[in-house]
């Protein structure tokens, strides 16, 4: 038996699931700053734009971030279940 059967996520994907939380966490921290930007401009008649960009792009990067752990952790569960069908073919 491998070595890789026993871990539940396998090494070469940790790095990806790194990477997803921390766009997704980058994203939520932008996503609270724009929060507190729009209260701090709230009495202005027009919000700067850089509010706006910065509220879309976190909002982009949440579901980039969402969206990838959920593929990546998707991955992960098929080729551990493609190669559970393997072993139980070759075994029996």
Do not use: C, H
């Amino acid at each position: 038996m491998s070595d890789a059967k026993g871990k539940a996520i396998p090494d070469g994907y940790k790095w990806w699931i790194v990477a997803s939380v921390t766009v997704l966490v980058a994203s939520l921290v932008m996503f609270a700053s724009t929060v507190v930007a729009g209260f701090v401009y709230f009495t202005e008649k027009a919000t700067p734009v850089w509010v706006t960009v910065l509220g879309v792009l976190s909002v982009l990067g949440i579901g980039v971030g969402f969206g990838g752990l959920f593929l990546i952790l998707i991955i992960i569960a098929l080729n551990a279940r493609r190669n559970d069908k393997k072993l139980a073919a070759e075994q029996g």
